[in-house]
């Protein structure tokens, strides 16, 4: 018998529906069921293509004794991370500060009143590596909600109390500036991984924001260092098995420093962000290596998660049926050197034995190697290894597919709209910002309401029930500027504009500082704000950059205003903690760099017109904004009062208030960068 998650849009939820605990929506309904039967609240939160969410599913919730003994002592309520995010920073950051860590699935134990008294992540189903039972677990918090309750109103009061007196301190006046900024690359030089790229140790995951910072550092200053890191860093993940060298795409994490072997679920957001950062990293270096990873992982997004409504689906699944009927993480993706055979034949499957660096003890379990790209392979003949390459990626797509995580996440999918819009304009891809169109129109049709409000998901074309937390304005509106660069439609600036007049009306604080949920939003028992960034772009510092780009296109002095009350937080945090303010130091670059903005007037179908346009869409000034289109269109402000000279297409630069004159020559205007 199905319970009361059949009904809900989200994927993760409706893989519980028919479990036996009698699992319930997070919802006001909830709390009041557990008041009337004096129980505690079960809150699980975990996500779709998390590996040990299923896990604790298969042993636990899935049991029915287990189950039993939930429903009979406590109102159980499932939670999709992805969904919900304000909910799961809340509890979250009171599971780390109670135990020092975090992760999913979450398992806190709440008060009908929606204090937490107790916290864990996976339990076992018996005991096992020091830690209780999931059955020990629920017989213990059943027993002090029976016996000690004064004791857990009080353990409850205490974190709900140091929960709500935690103020951020986001770094008073002032932007960042040169000294900052410095400060910031020294420190990742010293966090970084020389032998293997990256920064810290393992697990290693990708750098997206933090190579945005460093390319548009090396940009403003012409820092060799920035670079370097840069693209040694995205040379490495791209040749290590975290990238899937057959299908394109990354992997959410390597759990070594080498990049050898992933964490096999593929997220939106770290391939939206990737594919970005490579397309930047082939403006700034003309690498074939950078084009190609764009461009590959450009395919990947539409062809493996694009939706029937033209969004993009979430995740897949790590795990898949490895031919026997057990799930297996990496089952999709690994291969040994009789699999090679039985696909190639010997002799082919010794040349893709050593270009892919597939050995006899394997590079992951059971013998089994993820396919990478190792240095010393050396160059072998091109067409033959592709006539391979093709061969197993037929193969491989007669394996089971890992599941797919279909639910559409506003800000995720700003993302991929960005990236995919600027990759297909820079590398004449027209078929890729017609797939980022159609996920905008998408996203202006189902999640917006009138007011320009938005809904943070929706599933096969039905909006949720969630509203959207600041990531979801932030990154929508940072999809449709980079949309509105490269098509030349003014409309999508409009509609960015709508969305960051609400930021500044209904998510900005006193000072500059930002919440990530709106003033009139749900009240949880602290308001979530996080300015560092986590797999994505904190909403505050996504926030502050299409702000910023916002006022460039506009001359807004509200939304300038606006984005550099936000960027105090990088003054304060950016020295001391580079790797987890990534975006609010690239953020910070364009500021600094004024940012650029660029308008080219001209007739479309003019050949000299389209020549200007495309030198400014190679510019790598950080943060450059760019109008193009014809004299005095009122399509964008940036157009007026730009006419054409001498009869024929030409480009306006300004920054920092002060105009260049027109340049007609794209020489000219390359230099301008």
Known sequence: MANRLAHETSPYLLQHADNPVDWWPW?????????????????????????????????????????????ENFVAVKVDREERPDVDAVYME????????????????????????YFGTYFPPEPRHGMPSFPEVLEGVKGAWSDRRDEVGEVAERIVKD????????G????????????????????????HGGFGGAPKFPPSMTLEFLLRHHARTGSEGALQMAADTCEAMARGGIYDQLGGGFARYAVDRAWVVPHFEKMLYDNALLCRAYAHLWKATGSDLARRVALETADFLVRELRTPEGGFASALDADSDDGTGRHVEGAYYVWTPAQLTEVLGAEDAALAAAHYGVTEDGTFEHGSSVLQLPREAGTADAGRIASIAARLLA????????????KVVAAWNGLAIAALAETGAL??????????????????????DESARLTRTSKDGRAG??????????????????????????????????????????????????????????????????????????????????????????GSDAHRAAAEGALGVVKALGPRAPRFIGWGLAVSEALLDGPREIAVVGAPGDEAFQELRRTALLATAPGAVLAFGAPDSEEFPLLRDRPLVSGGPAAYVCRHFTCDAPVTDPDALRRKF
């Open 395 to 406: 193969a491989r797509e007669e394996r089971e597919r890992p599941g797919r995580d279909d």
């Open 465 to 554: 029930t969630n509203d959207g937390v600041l990531e979801d304005y932030a990154d929508v509106a940072e999809g449709f500027l980079a949309l509105a660069a490269v098509t030349g439609e003014g409309a999508w600036l409009d509609f960015a504009g709508f969305l960051l007049d609400l930021v500044i009306d209904r998510f900005t604080a006193e000072g500059g500082a930002l919440y990530d949920t709106a003033h009139d939003a749900e009240a949880l028992i602290r308001r979530p704000q996080d300015p560092t960034d986590n797999a994505t772009p904190s909403g505050w510092t996504a926030a502050a950059g299409a702000l910023l780009s916002y006022a460039a296109h506009t």
């Open 172 to 195: 008073g006046d002032g932007v960042p500036g040169e000294e900052e900024l410095a400060q910031a690359l020294l420190g990742l030089t010293r966090e970084y991984d020389a032998t």
């Open 94 to 117: 009171a599971v780390q500060a109670a135990t020092g860590q975090g992760g999913w699935p979450m398992t806190v134990f709440l008060t009908p009143d929606a204090a937490p008294f």
């Open 163 to 170: 929960l709500a007196g935690r103020s951020l301190a986001y």
């Open 427 to 448: 590398f004449d891809r027209p078929d890729l910002v017609e797939r980022a169109t159609e996920a905008a129109d998408l996203l202006v049709r189902v999640h917006m």
């Open 27 to 71: 919802s006001a309904e909830a709390f009041d069921e557990a008041r009337r039967r004096d129980v505690p609240v079960l809150l699980s939160v975990g996500y779709s293509s998390c590996h040990w969410c299923h896990v604790m599913a298969h042993e636990s919730f899935e049991d029915d004794a287990t189950a039993a003994l939930v429903n």
